[in-house]
């Protein structure tokens, strides 16, 4: 069974930074796109971040230069640096990845269970 598991979320201040891990596990094949969303309460899921299988990353405007999206192809894992952290980042972030299963002839999208990130005043 493919999954994803998110950890690294928590409490931090204003201006603090954390760094969110996703790792995915199972019999995966390949791992094509990976995504980082997030969902503050009562606004719509929003896309944050995202890198292709070859490294090419995109940014949502409002955390262009404070978040980086990275990856460890060898240990199937998306990393999110967040610095500089600001209240309106609160949020439970997601991460998403297009993983095609052994037993699969085309990649699928799974989703992990998400980690809460609040920040302080």
């Known amino acids: 069974q493919v999954q994803l598991v998110e950890s690294g979320g928590g409490l931090v201040q204003a201006g603090g930074s954390l760094r969110l891990s996703c790792v995915a596990s199972?019999?995966?094949?390949?791992?094509?796109?990976m995504d980082w969303y997030r969902q503050a309460p009562g606004k719509e899921r929003e896309a944050v971040a995202s890198?292709?299988?070859?490294?090419?990353?995109t940014y949502a405007d409002s955390v262009k230069g404070r978040f980086t999206i990275s990856r460890d192809n060898a240990k199937n894992t998306v990393y999110l640096q967040m610095n500089s952290l600001k209240v309106e980042d609160t949020a439970v972030y997601s991460c998403?990845?297009?993983?095609?299963?052994?037993?699969?002839?085309?990649?699928?999208?799974?989703w992990g269970q998400g980690t809460q990130v609040t920040v302080s005043s």
């Open positions: 998403k990845g297009l993983m095609r299963p052994i037993v699969a002839t085309r990649p699928y999208d799974y």
């Open positions: 199972g019999r995966i094949f390949s791992i094509n796109q």
């Open positions: 890198i292709t299988s070859g490294g090419s990353t």
